[in-house]
């Protein structure tokens, strides 16, 4: 079993919808669930990260960790065309050390 | 964060070359490391860049193969050595800068192409 499970899609959905992503994991030692969004042809850019348990909200988008699951989510609100790209979860379990990375799910949101 | 400017952006080597690929940084930084992805896949860490000291290599991932220098705490280089077309993958070079998650952060990748 792979340290971080994820969806790899594709996934598309038409602008304005709200699109949610998701990862699990299996090493309960993660403390920092991140999200990166990766266009073609570029490097990940960090989108959000949260630590621990709980929710975080930045503008359209939601971050989302249950613990006790080992369940992360992203969620996108009134989605837009621009967001097309590659969404990947990524994990630590503590500050400067490597990150583990989902697979990543490919969305296309439609115009 | 930091800013990264990452060396070639793509190249198109011949099997059994080599190409060293550069990471520079704009501020010193306490973490380096290279990741590998290939077509359709996600981030592989190849190894953990060590300032002054040899890489730490994960798993499947071999000092000869792919060795790696970091003399400084802005600089590092990871070559690809003796190339197949499986080697055909972006390479990423990653930073942490000072203290805490929203510091970990990419260069925009070499596209390499083994024919």
């Known amino acids: 079993q792979k340290e971080v499970e994820q969806d790899p899609g594709p996934l598309s959905v038409p602008e304005g919808a709200i699109v949610s992503l998701n990862c699990t994991y299996s090493?309960?030692?993660?403390?920092?669930f991140m999200w990166y969004r990766q266009y073609s042809r570029k490097g990940p850019e960090l989108l959000m990260y949260?630590?621990?348990?709980g929710n975080k909200e930045d503008g359209r988008f939601t971050a989302q960790v249950d613990k006790s699951s080992k369940y992360i989510s992203l969620f996108i609100r009134d989605s837009q065309p621009s967001d097309s790209a590659t969404y990947l979860c990524a994990m630590i379990h503590s500050g400067n050390t490597p990150l583990v990375f989902g697979k990543g799910t490919r969305l296309s949101v439609i115009a | 964060s930091a800013v990264i400017s990452q060396k070639p952006s793509r190249d198109i080597c011949q099997r059994g070359t080599s190409l060293t690929i550069q990471c520079q940084v704009d501020s010193q930084v306490t973490m380096m490391f290279w990741y590998r992805q290939q077509p359709g896949q996600s981030l592989t860490l190849i190894a953990t860049?060590?300032?002054?000291?040899?890489?730490?290599?994960e798993s499947g991932f071999v000092i000869d193969k792919f060795p790696i220098s970091r003399p400084n705490l802005t600089f590092s280089t990871l070559t690809v050595s003796n190339m197949s077309p499986e080697d055909s993958s972006i390479y990423l070079c990653s930073v942490v800068s000072g203290q805490g998650t929203d510091g970990y952060t990419f260069g925009s990748g070499t596209r390499l192409t083994v024919v």
């Open positions: 860049a060590n300032q002054g000291s040899e890489a730490t290599y």
């Open positions: 090493n309960s030692a993660f403390q920092y």
């Open positions: 949260t630590y621990s348990s």
